[in-house]
């Protein structure tokens, strides 16, 4: 008698414990809103408080849910398996429709969107680091994965002092 209950007892917690996760990976997929389920997403104050205790930058993204470019950046974004390598490099965040703060240095050259935006453990925004391949009038528009990756690649740089490929540079 005492087994089955055991035996029901553990039955139950392992239950809990699979619809947790399985809760937990749906709200990672939710917050992910089409920039790749396989990153993992950050509101806000939480990558402000990880990159802080992490000492690793943030990239944040900003985009609308009605956007017909910020749409058409999603797949090409979480297509590529080059992002979310560096992904790792960074507390990523994604913020859509009434998210976007309030604060001018989230919109350094104008409130178009999707932009993307580097800002050290800090807190503060980097506006030097912009999409040198794009238009100059909208330095934090990207507009392919080729471009967010160069992006990341000099934040990664500039932020960390790290280089993408891991020091060669200093190798014999």
């Known amino acids: 008698m005492q087994t089955a209950l055991l035996n029901v ?3 139950s917690f392992v ?3 699979l619809s947790l996760t399985c809760f937990q990976n749906a709200v990672e ?4 809103r089409g920039f790749g389920d396989n990153i993992h997403w950050r509101t806000l ?4 408080k990880e990159s802080e205790a992490s000492g690793l ?9 009605w956007c017909g470019a910020c749409k058409a950046l999603k797949p090409k974004f979480a297509d590529s398996k080059e992002i979310a390598e560096l992904a790792h490099n960074f507390v990523m ?3 859509e429709d009434d998210e976007e703060p309030a604060d001018k240095a989230f919109s350094p050259d104008g409130g178009y969107i999707p ?6 453990p800090n807190g503060k925004v980097h506006p030097e680091i912009t999409n040198k391949n794009g238009n100059p009038n909208y330095k934090y528009f990207y507009s392919n994965a080729e471009h967010v990756i160069s992006g990341m ?3 990664q740089e500039k932020l960390t002092g790290d280089t993408p490929e891991g020091h060669a540079a200093d190798e014999l």
């Open 57 to 65: 930058p943030m990239m944040v993204i900003i985009h609308k849910s």
């Open 15 to 17: 239950h809990v414990l």
């Open 45 to 48: 104050e939480d990558g402000r």
């Open 93 to 95: 965040i994604n913020l």
């Open 9 to 11: 007892a553990l039955f």
């Open 29 to 32: 997929a939710a917050n992910s």
């Open 153 to 155: 690649k000099e934040a």
């Open 115 to 120: 932009r993307i935006l580097f800002l050290d």
